[in-house]
């Protein structure tokens, strides 16, 4: 009800809310168009795409990251920024790369395990397993496992197509891996068991242990984490929900059941693992169990947009969330630390390549803030819209330096990487899938 009430208030909101929610479409258009790379077409440092497909790279000036992200690709979808068309030509892309059962070994104690996805591909369509990876694969600086979140990102992508089109033929249909011609909704389900979870919590287990490392995701591929950790966690619980509803579509009522158990499973121990009681009815999720065990506001705000918590522990963590933002320094111009800035469980993290107020460890993002301005608003509706007001003020004021922006920090005068896909197309998307826009702009 409180969610529902949320939607009434922002219905009867001024005009200059709705002038606002309109221009974050539209740049969110702007910038996802222009991370488009055409059949033929080159990029400067990624050479020509020669995969058949149109792809899209993470941000409109193409040569910061030049190549095809799975993860800040998938950041893309969830509204009406790329076509179906093109979405079945990146999951083709994607399919090709699998390894098979043996999976693949690289020097330096590097391990692809059977069915992985990997971190990014070439514009040649060559697989690059680790972040910072291009021919040479690294020596384990990201990690000796491909990053736990990319096959969940797969399994959002054909999740996406189903949703576009409504049919199922493509998931039936035989796709091009490294493992010989196979089912999409096969190559999806060995991609989703790729990633190694705790058997008796359905939680993604991740090391720091040299050739047993792995970075939990893809925006925190500087830090360093151990335990069972969150963010993956819960994108594992997104796409075994996925996983279900795609089998209960193809009529596979086993498959259905495997993985709305696994779903049911994870969702079960979360709070039991990442969730710490504060004072004044409040309450945090730390990001994993043993290295890394900070007040993750990112992850925070993605299991409030989720909807996987229990009523009383979601209400406990946007207070928590509230509080932090009120309490000053976590959020700039509507953009948003990883942690707190301060105290036991914030400021920055034990261990991370990056300095201290620079990317993942104090640096200011978009990528977050739809999720964020749903998380606020279900326990204070003029916080959340606050939020998204400051933020669109932030792009108004700075599109033509090129916001929005991979990150910021105005304390070091720090705007890094222009024209950013997620920090557009995933604010405009989580506001969208939220039913946000449906009730706003359309």
Known sequence: MLFASLMLTFCVRPEPIEGELAYLKKVAHEVVDSAMVLPGAGISNGGK????????????????????????????????????????????????????PDGI?????????????????????????????YADQGVGNYGFLPPADDAFYFVQMAWDYVRLTGKTDFL???????????????????????VEADPKT????????????????????????????????????QASNRLSQLFSKLGNPSRTRQYRAEASLTAANLVKSFYRELPD????????TELGRKDDLWASAFAIWLGVLPRRIESAVAR???????????????QVRHLPPSGEFGGYWEKASSGHDTYQNGGFWATP????????????????????????SYIRANRSKGAPFEWINPNTKTAANGNYASSAGLVYSALSEAGFYRQRVE
């Open 49 to 100: 795409n020669t995969t058949g497909h149109t792809v899209r790279v993470p941000g409109g000036t193409q040569d910061y990251y030049p190549a095809f992200w799975i993860r800040d690709a998938a950041m893309m979808l969830g509204a009406d920024l790329v076509p179906a068309d093109e979405l079945e030509g990146w999951i083709r892309v994607v399919a090709a790369t699998q390894p098979g």
């Open 105 to 133: 070994d690289f020097p330096h104690g590097l391990r692809i395990p059977p069915y992985s996805v990997p971190d990014h591909i070439t514009l040649k369509g060559e697989a690059c397993w680790f972040p910072g990876a």
């Open 172 to 194: 039936k249909s035989n796709v091009r891996t490294g493992w010989g011609e196979q089912p999409l909704a096969d190559v999806c389900g060995r991609a989703f068991e790729s």
């Open 202 to 237: 359905g939680l993604v287990l991740c090391s720091d242990i040299p050739r047993k490392g792995r970075v939990d995701w893809g925006f925190c591929d500087s830090i360093s984490k151990s335990g069972v950790c969150l963010m993956p966690s819960l994108l594992r619980w």
């Open 281 to 288: 009815r409040q309450g945090m999720l730390v990001s994993a």
């Open 320 to 334: 928590h969330l509230l509080a932090v933002i009120r309490a000053g320094g976590t959020v700039i111009d509507g």
């Open 369 to 392: 803030t739809g999720w964020l301005i749903v998380a606020l608003g279900k326990v204070d509706r003029q916080a959340a819209t606050k939020l998204l007001s400051e933020y669109v």
